[in-house]
Structure formats: structure tokens, C-alpha cells
């Protein structure tokens, strides 16, 4: 049996569905639990005031965004089996809540820019990340709701971009969801780029400072200009890899899980145009498509609690080691013929 073989339903099509599923249901229970443990510490008076940062509550408008979507998709999934009219319905708050926490994630990331590097304080942003991300997902998914885009797909025999044209079907696809998705992946490669050169060249110019210091001082290379604080002895990635392995995580998981999702949409798009019959290659691609989506809340899950479980006594860690960084720059700004550096900021801005 070739990939352009049409394709005849088998004995695993019904696992799979079930499969399927089961991934939707294990994903929102696992991030309901994670909700569920952020409201009781947001509850508790002791753990109250480690979760007042920025991209802790953009994370849980993301992880509300993704039980969302869980429940719409496994409820949905007998509902999307054929040209019913809660078909159009359920594709767009699927694709709605899917974007949504897409774009919250790259805020997240964003957000770590501008208040590391930028000195840009995170609270005054915050409604502007929320408010940008939601106005972003309703139109890309309003609109072709509105148009009539969203239905039964004969070619493909499931729920997406109806129009018998293909190429119709293609500009939609691109213009509404591909391009936009993929770019927040893009952009939280650049971004996770952007900081580590940024972490490195604050790192070169501490050194270069402590140099100076002691060259002026007489002492030795070991003090600071900060007087509490040891050079460290480790390469920059080493002293900060906890905190580039925070970073790290966001863009991996929209590599894995938006790179694939919307290539493989647009790979299916293109068989579709070519031949108006599910393929055994049209199908093995639906298969892996709607595989990804279902593991994708999963591996948020993974993603979230790896922040916050860690964060309430890693952040404290972390904001101490940027109020380092700061204050060396900040000294060394201090210095005849110097110029205060714009990423120097204080430790309340970063959260």
C-alpha cells in the first residue's frame, strides 16, 4: 500500500479516535489540577505575595486557554464527524483557544525581553499582552467563522476550511492561522536569542568592570564593585542555566508543537489541491496532526509546572542574580566617562 493509495478505513481508525481523546481528557485534568494549586497558593496568606509576577498570570490565562480547549476537542470529537452545524462552531473555539495560548506564550517570552533587557516594567504591559492576544485570536478566528470558511471538509471528511477552492482554502489558512502561529514561534526563538546575548554581554561587562575596579583599587580580580559578591568562576551559560533553561523551554514547545501543527496543515492543504481523495498520506498526516494537538496540553502541563512548581523559591534565586547584574552595571555607570546602560533595572520591574 503506496502513500497516493486511497485511503479505506481499518481496524485502527477507531483506537486511534479513542486515543485521541483520551490525550484531551488527561490534558485537562493535569492542567485543572495545576489551576487548581495556583487558586489555593493565590489563597494562602504565606504564598500570596511569590505570585505576583507577570508571567505567572500570563501563564494561567494560558493554561485556562488549554483546558479550554481539551474539553471543546474531546466533547467535540463525535460532533465534528460530519457536516453537522456545531462543526463550524466547535473548529473556531478550538482554533480560538489553541491561538490564544499560543500568543500568551510568546508574550511570556516578550515579556522577559523587554524587562531584562529593555528595562520596560512588566506590570504596565501586562494588559497590553492580554488585551493584543485575545483582539489578535478573535479576528483570526471570527472572521472566517463569519465568512463561512469553517465546515465540513469534503476532500479531507473532517472539520476545517470548507471552500472547494483550493486555493481559497489555502490564503484562509495561511492568513488566518499559519502565519500568525508561526510567527510566535519564530519570535520566541529570536527572543530566547536576544537574551542570551544579553546575558552574555552583561556578563563580558562585569568582567570588564571587576578588571577596571581592580586595576584602579589594587585589589584583586575576585572583587566588586557591589563588595558582597564573589566573581563567579563558571562560563556565562553555566552560571545562568537555570534561568536559560526557563527561557529555553517556551520556544521548544512551540517548535514541537506549533512548527508541526501548522506545517502539517499546510502540507494537507496542498495534497487536498492536488487530489480530492483521503490519501493514505492525507490520512497518516491527519493522524499525526490531530496526535500533536492532543499532546500539546500535555506538554504544557510539563512547561507550566516547571515554573511555577520551581518558581516560588527559584524566582527569588533569579531576581537576585539580575539585581547583581544591575547593580555592576549600575556602578560601573557610575564611573567618570560612563554611560548608564538602558538594561539596568531594579528587581520590582522584572516581575
Same mark, same amino acid.
Given at each position: !500500500?503506496?502513500?497516493?493509495?486511497?485511503?479505506?478505513?481499518?481496524?485502527?481508525?477507531?483506537?486511534?479516535?479513542?486515543?485521541?481523546?483520551?490525550?484531551?481528557?488527561?490534558?485537562?485534568?493535569?492542567?485543572?489540577?495545576?489551576?487548581?494549586?495556583?487558586?489555593?497558593?493565590?489563597?494562602? &496568606?504565606?504564598?500570596?505575595?511569590?505570585?505576583?509576577?507577570?508571567?505567572?498570570?500570563?501563564?494561567?490565562?494560558?493554561?485556562?486557554?488549554?483546558?479550554?480547549?481539551?474539553?471543546?476537542?474531546?466533547?467535540?470529537?463525535?460532533?465534528?464527524?460530519?457536516?453537522?452545524?456545531?462543526?463550524?462552531?466547535?473548529?473556531?473555539?478550538?482554533?480560538?483557544?489553541? !491561538?490564544?495560548?499560543?500568543?500568551?506564550?510568546?508574550?511570556? +517570552?516578550?515579556?522577559?525581553?523587554?524587562?531584562?533587557?529593555?528595562?520596560?516594567?512588566?506590570?504596565? !504591559?501586562?494588559?497590553?499582552?492580554?488585551?493584543?492576544?485575545?483582539?489578535?485570536?478573535?479576528?483570526?478566528?471570527?472572521?472566517?467563522?463569519?465568512?463561512?470558511?469553517?465546515?465540513?471538509?469534503?476532500?479531507?471528511?473532517?472539520?476545517?476550511? #470548507?471552500?472547494?477552492?483550493?486555493?481559497?482554502? !489555502?490564503?484562509?489558512?495561511?492568513?488566518?492561522?499559519?502565519?500568525?502561529?508561526? #510567527?510566535?514561534?519564530?519570535?520566541?526563538?529570536?527572543?530566547?536569542?536576544?537574551?542570551?546575548?544579553?546575558?552574555?554581554?552583561?556578563?563580558?561587562?562585569?568582567?570588564?568592570?571587576?578588571?577596571?575596579?581592580?586595576?584602579? #583599587?589594587?585589589?584583586?580580580?575576585?572583587?566588586? &564593585?557591589?563588595?558582597?559578591?564573589?566573581? &563567579?568562576?563558571?562560563? &556565562?551559560?553555566?552560571?545562568?542555566?537555570?534561568?536559560?533553561?526557563?527561557?529555553?523551554?517556551?520556544?521548544?514547545?512551540?517548535?514541537?508543537?506549533n512548527f508541526s501543527t501548522r506545517l502539517l496543515d499546510l502540507w494537507q492543504a496542498k495534497l487536498q489541491a492536488g487530489d480530492p481523495v483521503i490519501t493514505e498520506a492525507l490520512w497518516r498526516m491527519n493522524v499525526a496532526d490531530a496526535a500533536i494537538y492532543a499532546l500539546r496540553p500535555v506538554l504544557y502541563f510539563c512547561l507550566a509546572?516547571?515554573?511555577?512548581?520551581?518558581?516560588?523559591?527559584?524566582?527569588? +534565586?533569579?531576581?537576585?542574580?539580575?539585581?547583581?547584574?544591575?547593580?555592576?552595571?549600575?556602578k560601573r555607570s557610575e564611573e567618570p566617562g560612563s554611560r548608564r546602560r538602558r538594561g539596568s533595572i531594579g528587581v520590582g520591574a522584572l516581575i
Amino acid at each position: !500500500m503506496t502513500a497516493s493509495t486511497p485511503h479505506r478505513p481499518g481496524p485502527l481508525d477507531a483506537p486511534f479516535a479513542q486515543t485521541v481523546r483520551a490525550l484531551l481528557i488527561i490534558g485537562a485534568c493535569l492542567n485543572f489540577l495545576l489551576l487548581c494549586g495556583y487558586c489555593y497558593l493565590r489563597w494562602h &496568606p504565606i504564598s500570596r505575595p511569590h505570585l505576583n509576577r507577570v508571567s505567572l498570570r500570563l501563564l494561567v490565562y494560558s493554561q485556562v486557554a488549554n483546558v479550554i480547549f481539551c474539553i471543546i476537542l474531546a466533547v467535540g470529537v463525535n460532533l465534528r464527524a460530519g457536516p453537522t452545524p456545531w462543526c463550524s462552531v466547535i473548529d473556531t473555539l478550538v482554533y480560538l483557544t489553541s !491561538m490564544f495560548s499560543a500568543l500568551i506564550f510568546f508574550c511570556m +517570552a516578550l515579556n522577559l525581553q523587554l524587562v531584562l533587557v529593555h528595562g520596560v516594567n512588566g506590570r504596565m !504591559m501586562e494588559k497590553y499582552y492580554v488585551f493584543g492576544s485575545s483582539i489578535l485570536a478573535l479576528v483570526c478566528n471570527i472572521t472566517p467563522l463569519a465568512a463561512g470558511q469553517f465546515g465540513w471538509n469534503d476532500v479531507g471528511h473532517s472539520c476545517w476550511f #470548507s471552500d472547494p477552492d483550493p486555493a481559497v482554502r !489555502m490564503r484562509w489558512l495561511i492568513g488566518t492561522q499559519s502565519f500568525w502561529v508561526l #510567527s510566535t514561534a519564530f519570535g520566541e526563538v529570536l527572543v530566547f536569542l536576544v537574551i542570551i546575548g544579553y546575558i552574555i554581554s552583561q556578563k563580558v561587562a562585569i568582567r570588564r568592570a571587576l578588571r577596571d575596579h581592580a586595576e584602579k #583599587s589594587g585589589n584583586s580580580t575576585h572583587s566588586t &564593585p557591589t563588595g558582597d559578591w564573589t566573581m &563567579p568562576s563558571e562560563t &556565562p551559560i553555566g552560571q545562568y542555566r537555570n534561568i536559560i533553561l526557563r527561557i529555553s523551554l517556551y520556544p521548544l514547545v512551540s517548535c514541537l508543537t506549533n512548527f508541526s501543527t501548522r506545517l502539517l496543515d499546510l502540507w494537507q492543504a496542498k495534497l487536498q489541491a492536488g487530489d480530492p481523495v483521503i490519501t493514505e498520506a492525507l490520512w497518516r498526516m491527519n493522524v499525526a496532526d490531530a496526535a500533536i494537538y492532543a499532546l500539546r496540553p500535555v506538554l504544557y502541563f510539563c512547561l507550566a509546572a516547571s515554573d511555577p512548581v520551581r518558581g516560588f523559591h527559584f524566582d527569588s +534565586a533569579e531576581l537576585t542574580l539580575v539585581h547583581r547584574l544591575s547593580s555592576a552595571a549600575y556602578k560601573r555607570s557610575e564611573e567618570p566617562g560612563s554611560r548608564r546602560r538602558r538594561g539596568s533595572i531594579g528587581v520590582g520591574a522584572l516581575i
